[in-house]
């Protein structure tokens, strides 16, 4: 069974940076979708991040400006670039890869904190 395992989470002191990559265990035939979700303590799931296969990238506002998603077809991983990092940015991140079913990695804990 394929998986998705993510990592580059951490601790970060506010306005720092951290990178999150993800990766599947075996080579998925086209992947539609690749996205980065997050859950907060006592917060429903929220997606962070979005790309298609063709490059289009869609944000949560609470992001925008400061989060950059990629990807790379052909190793079958994508990134999220987080930048000027704040408190409420502090999540359980996932990674989401649709490609005729839902694909989800276990989550890398982001803590920003002082």
């Known amino acids: 069974q394929v998986q998705l395992v993510e990592s580059g989470g951490g601790l970060v002191q506010p306005g720092g940076s951290l990178r999150l990559s993800c990766a599947a265990s075996?080579?998925?035939?086209?992947?539609?979708?690749m996205g980065w979700y997050r859950q907060a303590p006592g917060k429903q799931r929220e997606l962070v991040a979005s790309?298609?296969?063709?490059?289009?990238?869609n944000y949560a506002d609470s992001v925008k400006g400061r989060f950059t998603i990629s990807r790379d077809n052909a190793k079958n991983m994508v990134y999220l670039q987080m930048n000027t990092l704040k408190p409420e940015d502090t999540a359980v991140y996932y990674c989401?890869?649709?490609?005729?079913?839902?694909?989800w990695g276990k989550g890398t804990l982001v803590t920003v904190s002082s």
């Open positions: 989401n890869f649709i490609a005729g079913m839902n694909y």
């Open positions: 075996e080579s998925i035939f086209s992947i539609l979708v």
């Open positions: 790309i298609t296969k063709g490059g289009t990238t």
